[in-house]
Structure formats: structure tokens, C-alpha cells
């Protein structure tokens, strides 16, 4: 009966259109007056102690690092560096896009922000050069969530915290999969624009191609200075964070020198929104994780699932079947703060790694960015390339079913993930 209280006051309340995070917080209200304990002190109580956490000051910062690195002119100079390699090709300005994309994924780990970035740039030219629009823009929105699961990742950040996992594992096992995400991608569109015929870019020379290198030189060691700190223990992911973000916004005043001193406070304004909305829901959801763990709601869905949890692979499949409908719905970081604490009793009951679950449950999470209703990261795309919501759909089709066959190795075959963490630990 608690578990029905719980999800009809979560789902009734989103039904009438409350935002999410007051949805969260009035499911808990409404958890804790069915118990017979409700004390409003305690839900202002678990969201300041859900807020204030050391860990969680990471986002603001990497938030923070993808507004300057945009306003710094360091995608830009990614997008050339790749042109230049690949721009050639058959379909070369698709390669871009997700050489690109993976790139940037290494610097900010917000989906939305580098979809943005790479749609406004790379949009323009591909129509011009006579690509397919919509296929192009649904490419682009595929690339875009790679950030979150390649590190550094706001969203492994989030579920780290209401997991209680390790951060820094997370975002180690995220490389290979996310890898493997931009792999698919680029063998997915070499097939699907092999008979576009499209105006192709000419080859340059080798000497170009190095002076397109040296240009993004700055910006390419920024996911290198980032990885490699976290890696070998220099700094914390939340230090991580500062570092990117005092980084981008050196390289942008005083290297590339676009941004400028009178641009920063549009800069940090725009991250400070995006901060409080994500935080915000952060301190609201940890209410509603409290009072699932108080009313042993996991206790009651592991006997609905108890056959299945001795099968850790039908378990798995049974939860990503859940997670990629909620998906369609929700957005990724309210899937993250409303499921986890729900899932990860049966995950650890079921003596699944906690880390693989993590890295299969973002990436389920990011490729319902892509799924409409919502379809962030589709809005976001058709929103600047100016291209109905009903056309993006269609040319991501081919990109999200590549994204979800990985997805689908990745269950079948967890050592892809936990072999190459396991090679990183040490």
C-alpha cells in the first residue's frame, strides 16, 4: 500500500503540472502523513542536508567550465581541428559532428550544452553543403548524450551521491562505454549519408592540420588535465570541477581571448540558474529518498521481483526496460533522483556491481533525452536548427536504435565495462 501512496501522489501531482522538484516534495509530505510522522521540519531539514555536500559543489563548477569553454571559443576550435581530419571524407561533416561531440563530452558533461553548441555551428554549414537536416540534426542530438556518460559527468556526480558509490570509479567506467557509444554513431551514419550526395570538403594538408591542432591545443589538454588529476589522485571530481572551470575561463580571456572580462558576469549568471534548478531538485528528491527508505518501499518491490533477482540478467533487463519508459517521460535528472534510491537496495540484494548499474543506468537515462514527449535534448536541437520536433524524431531514429544496441551489449557482456575499469584501478 505504501508503494501505491507513494507513486500516486509522485505521478497525480506531475499529472496536474507541478515541477518536479515540488512533485518530489509533496510525495514525501504525502509518505510521511500516511505513516503518521509528519514533522515539516524534517522535510526542511533532509533538504538542506541533501544540499549541502561537498560532493555535489562539482556541478555548479562543471556547469560553470561548459558556459566558458561555449563562450570561449573552445568548441569552435574543436569543431576545426576535426574538420580538418575528417572534413574530407564521404559524409565528413557527420564525422565531425561526433568526433566533436565526444570531445566536448570530455569537458563539460552536459548533454544539452553541447548539443547547443555543436547545432549552432555545425548546423549551418551541413545544410549548405546539401545534407539531409533533420538526419543531421538527429545525429548531432546522438552525440550530444555522449557527455554524460563519458567523464567528466554531471549525471554520474548526481547518482553518485544518491547511491552512495564511488565518483571517480564511476566516471573511470564510463570511458569505454562512452567510447563505444561514439564507435556506433560513426559506423551508423557511414552507413546511413553513404549515398547523400553532398558537397564534400577539400583535403588539407598535413601542415594545416597542424596548425588546427595547435589552435585547439588548449582546449584538447583540458580533458586530459581533468581525467588524468582524477585518475592519478591529484585532485577530488569536485576539485576537478574548479580546476576545468579556472581553465576554460584562463584559455578564453587570455589565450583564445573571446571572452571578455564584461561577458563574465552573463557567464556565471547563466550557470548559477542552471545550478539552482539542478540542485533544487537534488535537495527535494533526497526528501522523497529518506522517506522511501523509512517506509522499506525497496522491501516491497523486491518481493514483487524476488523470482528474478538470483537471474542478475533478467533483473537488469527488467530494470532498463522500466528506466527507458520512465525516460520517455521524465528527464534525466529526476529519473536519476527518483529511481535510484528505489533500485540500488534490489541492485546490491542482487549482488550486481554497483558501479556497472550506474554506467548502464545513465546511459539508459541520456538515450531517453532522446525519446519524445520530452526529449530534452531533441527540443533543444530542433530549437536551433530550427527543425520541427516530428522531423528530429525521425532522422535520430537510426542513431538512438545504435545507441541502444550498445546498450544492449553492455548487458549481455558487463566485462566490457568492468575489465578496462578493473585495467584503471591500478
Not at 3 to 18: C, D, K, N
Not at 149 to 160: D, E, M, Q, R
Not at 362 to 380: H, K, Q, R, S, Y
Request: glycine share 8%; hydrophobic share 60%; aromatic share 8%.
Amino acid at each position: 500500500m505504501t508503494l501505491v501512496v507513494f507513486l500516486s501522489s509522485l505521478l497525480g501531482s506531475m499529472a496536474i503540472g507541478a515541477p518536479i522538484a515540488f512533485a518530489l516534495m509533496f510525495c514525501g509530505i504525502v509518505l510521511m502523513a500516511y505513516m503518521g510522522m509528519f514533522m515539516p521540519q524534517i522535510v526542511a531539514q533532509n533538504m538542506v542536508d541533501g544540499a549541502n555536500s561537498f560532493v555535489l559543489l562539482a556541478i555548479p563548477f562543471f556547469i560553470l567550465a561548459g558556459e566558458l569553454m561555449n563562450a570561449g571559443g573552445l568548441s569552435k576550435r574543436i569543431i576545426d581541428f576535426a574538420i580538418t581530419f575528417v572534413g574530407h571524407l564521404r559524409g565528413g561533416l557527420g564525422f565531425v559532428a561526433i568526433i566533436a561531440a565526444l570531445i566536448m563530452a570530455a569537458l563539460s558533461g552536459s548533454a544539452a550544452a553541447d548539443t547547443a553548441a555543436l547545432a549552432a555551428i555545425l548546423i549551418p554549414m551541413m545544410s549548405k553543403a546539401g545534407y539531409n537536416v533533420p538526419r543531421s540534426a538527429g545525429l548531432i542530438a546522438a552525440g550530444g548524450i555522449i557527455a554524460p556518460v563519458i567523464p567528466p559527468s554531471i549525471a554520474f556526480i548526481i547518482f553518485g551521491v544518491a547511491a552512495n558509490v564511488s565518483i571517480t570509479q564511476l566516471f573511470l567506467a564510463g570511458i569505454v562505454p562512452g567510447l563505444m557509444m561514439a564507435v556506433a554513431l560513426l559506423a551508423t551514419w557511414a552507413f546511413v549519408s553513404r549515398r547523400d550526395g553532398v558537397e564534400i570538403l577539400p583535403r588539407v594538408s598535413w601542415a594545416e592540420r597542424g596548425r588546427a591542432t595547435l589552435r585547439a591545443g588548449w582546449a584538447l589538454m583540458m580533458p586530459v588535465i581533468i581525467l588524468g588529476g582524477i585518475r592519478f589522485g591529484v585532485f577530488t571530481p569536485t576539485e576537478a570541477g574548479v580546476v576545468a572551470a579556472v581553465y576554460a575561463m584562463f584559455v578564453g580571456l587570455f589565450v583564445y581571448r573571446e571572452l571578455k572580462f564584461s561577458e563574465l558576469y552573463g557567464v556565471f549568471l547563466r550557470a548559477a540558474k542552471t545550478t539552482s534548478v539542478v540542485l533544487f531538485l537534488v535537495a527535494a528528491a533526497l526528501v522523497s529518498a529518506w522517506l522511501i527508505t523509512s517506509a522499506n518501499i525497496p522491501a516491497e518491490i523486491a518481493r514483487i521481483l524476488e523470482p528474478v533477482l538470483d537471474n542478475q540478467l533478467l533483473l537488469m533487463v527488467l530494470i532498463m526496460v522500466l528506466v527507458f519508459v520512465v525516460g520517455t517521460a521524465l528527464d534525466l535528472t529526476p529519473t536519476i533522483l527518483i529511481l535510484t534510491p528505489v533500485l540500488m537496495p534490489l541492485v546490491r540484494q542482487a549482488g550486481i556491481d554497483p558501479v556497472y548499474f550506474g554506467v548502464l543506468f545513465i546511459m539508459n537515462n541520456c538515450i531517453g533525452l532522446l525519446t519524445p514527449p520530452v526529449g530534452v535534448v531533441l527540443n533543444v536541437v530542433s530549437g536551433v536548427a530550427r527543425v520541427p520536433l516530428g522531423r528530429v524524431i525521425t532522422g535520430v531514429t537510426p542513431f538512438l536504435l545504435a545507441h541502444l544496441f550498445v546498450l544492449l551489449l553492455l548487458l549481455l557482456f558487463p566485462q566490457l565495462v568492468m575489465t578496462p575499469l578493473s585495467w584503471m584501478r591500478h
